[in-house]
């Protein structure tokens, strides 16, 4: 018995090593897999695509650092992307990290220091970096990684063109008060700035002045939230991404009521949503070693089926003869 | 000073990961270490949070700076400190009475929520007519809706014995909820992996710096 359990642990263990170096390894020597699109993370793109130049769209940061190797590449597609199409961006969290992983996005996208926004709000100022805005920053730096860019943008404003509101407990409760009033809600964004003084909110009331609601949710209060309280009840176009574990649970949302204009799900999603926009990005990247490790994981399904039959047929051999 | 920290930071953080990850061998003190550590600075780090960016903004500054305006707020406040006097066993009892308003609040507010998001509007999303294009594609995929929805419900409906043909339907509600299962199979394989590529983009970055 003490063999088979050996055995056991022994093919675990280069079950592991295999899975650890298929994920490495294509992380250092880039393969380049082509990601194909699907119509649901289509829909995500042609929302913001579609939606005016100059609207003002909001973006929770429903989750934490623990899924942020799936919903990070999309927070930063999806700021870059909105920012593209010339809208305003407002942050909120449902998750107390949420304020920080939102921070971080901006801090990536603009390259300016969150530490820097903080001070220019207490100084009543707004400030942009010093590089070009035509600078382009390698997000992952493979080696042979083809033109691996999202544009920085270095030219936008704290309090104009994007604000983080900062978190606010309560989930559906939170998101039903926001479509009353979202300055009342949020008296004051996450560095403490009184939101009546942002000029990215003068014409925001609540949510149905927003041109559509994102949310990179890795649970609950999360995407499922903004569907039921701010597309069922307020009308507002609803869409965003989650972390791969949740994402089929989402898929009945998007039907013909469109209680959901699309779902990322997952890096696969973060990496389809890349392709669209023509970018390598950091999603991009990690697809391949994402790909590999599914490979090698139906192998290793496909052996243990086979190693099971024929150690069911042994048996029933066993007791036949017996 | 600044950098020195950066990288005693990822040194800590490389230690802790590897101590995850040696579970895979067997459970071993450096595993057990890591685990305690990571629920005490959750639970510690969620307190101090919850002080600061809860209690303190939305309680005790309005409160304090306006009490003519803010004093319907004490009520939450006095609510939540009776949540506490559960330590206390002979007065436990008390704590009910702002568990009920909680449980009372959310079941109502979620009922009306999920009774029309989840119920009328995912009903009225499956009342379909699959034959309003000529694709195909849309054809099959609103016949596969209207079947794996009405065979998937009758599935639960327990009323009657499943045999002969009133089995029929079951069954192919039983295929539709493999298939869904081994969809949120693979979506899990997805999303743990992409843990895994996550810590070794942090080993390989942060740490060795083997790439940039």
């Known amino acids: 018995m003490s063999s088979v359990n050996t055995s056991v642990r022994w093919e675990r263990m280069i079950l592991y090593v295999i899975l650890f170096l298929g994920v490495m390894?294509?992380?250092?020597?880039?393969?380049?897999?082509?990601?194909?699109?699907?119509?649901?993370?289509?829909?995500?793109?042609?929302?913001?695509?579609?939606?005016?130049?100059?609207?003002?769209?909001?973006?929770?940061?429903?989750?934490?650092?623990?899924?942020?190797?799936?919903?990070?590449?999309?927070?930063?597609?999806?700021?870059?992307?909105?920012?593209?199409?010339?809208?305003?961006?407002?942050?909120?969290?449902?998750?107390?990290?949420?304020?920080?992983?939102?921070?971080?996005?901006?801090?990536?996208?603009?390259?300016?220091?969150?530490?820097?926004?903080?001070?220019?709000?207490?100084?009543?100022?707004?400030?942009?970096?010093?590089?070009?805005?035509?600078?382009?920053?390698?997000?992952?730096?493979?080696?042979?990684?083809?033109?691996?860019?999202?544009?920085?943008?270095?030219?936008k404003k704290y309090g104009i063109d994007y604000v983080n509101l900062g978190f606010k407990p309560g989930g559906m409760v939170t998101i039903k008060a926001m479509g009353r009033s979202i300055h009342e809600t949020f008296p004051a964004d996450a560095f403490g700035t009184p939101v009546g003084s942002l000029p990215i909110m003068d014409d925001i009331v609540r949510l149905r002045d927003l041109g559509y609601v994102m949310s990179l949710s890795a649970g609950d209060p999360g995407l499922k939230q903004w569907i039921m309280v701010a597309h069922d009840n307020f009308k507002v176009l609803v869409s965003g991404g989650t972390t791969a574990v949740s994402a089929p649970g989402f898929l009945p949302y998007i039907n013909n009521r469109d209680q959901l204009r699309g779902v990322m799900g997952g890096l696969k999603g973060a990496a389809e949503y890349e392709k669209l926009r023509g970018v390598f990005g950091p999603a991009s990247i990690k697809m391949d070693s994402q790909s590999i490790a599914h490979v090698i994981i139906l192998i290793f399904i496909a052996i243990g089926n086979i190693k099971a039959y024929r150690r069911r047929k042994a048996q029933r051999r066993k007791s036949e003869k017996a | 000073m600044a950098e020195i920290m950066t990288i005693i930071g990822i040194w800590i953080g490389v230690f802790l990961t590897f101590s995850i990850f040696s579970f895979l061998y067997r459970d071993n003190p450096f595993y057990r270490f890591a685990e305690q550590v990571f629920v005490g600075l959750s639970a510690a780090y969620g307190f101090i949070y919850i002080i600061y960016n809860v209690l303190v903004p939305n309680l005790f500054t309005p409160v304090l700076s306006d009490f003519n305006q803010n004093w319907l707020l004490i009520i939450p406040g006095v609510l939540g400190v009776l949540m506490l006097v559960r330590i206390y066993p002979p007065a436990e009892w008390i704590s009910r009475y702002p568990l009920a308003v909680v449980i009372g609040t959310s079941a109502g507010i979620s009922l009306l929520f999920y009774l029309k998001s989840?119920?009328?509007?995912?009903?009225?999303?499956?009342?379909?007519?699959?034959?309003?294009?000529?694709?195909?594609?849309?054809?099959?995929?609103?016949?596969?809706?209207?079947?794996?929805?009405?065979?998937?419900?009758?599935?639960?409906?327990?009323?009657?014995?499943?045999?002969?043909?009133?089995?029929?339907?079951?069954?192919?509600?039983?295929?539709?909820?493999?298939?869904?299962?081994?969809?949120?199979?693979?979506?899990?394989?997805?999303?743990?992996?992409?843990?895994?590529?996550?810590?070794?983009?942090?080993?390989?970055?942060?740490?060795?710096?083997?790439?940039?």
């Open chain 1, 25 to 155: 390894l294509p992380l250092i020597f880039h393969i380049g897999w082509k990601t194909d699109v699907s119509p649901h993370v289509q829909m995500v793109h042609d929302l913001v695509e579609n939606t005016p130049a100059g609207s003002t769209v909001l973006i929770s940061f429903d989750y934490e650092p623990s899924t942020m190797p799936e919903l990070k590449p999309m927070a930063l597609s999806l700021v870059d992307h909105a920012w593209q199409r010339g809208h305003k961006v407002i942050a909120v969290a449902l998750w107390p990290m949420g304020v920080q992983m939102a921070n971080d996005v901006f801090q990536e996208l603009t390259a300016l220091p969150v530490t820097d926004i903080a001070a220019d709000q207490s100084s009543g100022e707004t400030k942009t970096s010093v590089a070009s805005d035509s600078t382009k920053v390698a997000l992952s730096g493979v080696e042979n990684a083809p033109d691996s860019t999202i544009a920085r943008h270095t030219d």
């Open chain 2, 118 to 212: 989840d119920f009328m509007n995912q009903i009225a999303a499956t009342m379909i007519n699959p034959f309003e294009t000529p694709n195909v594609s849309a054809i099959s995929g609103g016949l596969l809706i209207i079947i794996g929805t009405i065979c998937g419900v009758y599935f639960f409906y327990f009323s009657k014995r499943q045999e002969g043909v009133f089995a029929i339907p079951s069954r192919i509600g039983i295929w539709f909820l493999m298939v869904s299962f081994g969809a949120s199979f693979g979506y899990t394989v997805m999303a743990r992996i992409s843990l895994l590529i996550g810590r070794i983009e942090f080993l390989l970055t942060d740490w060795l710096h083997i790439i940039k």
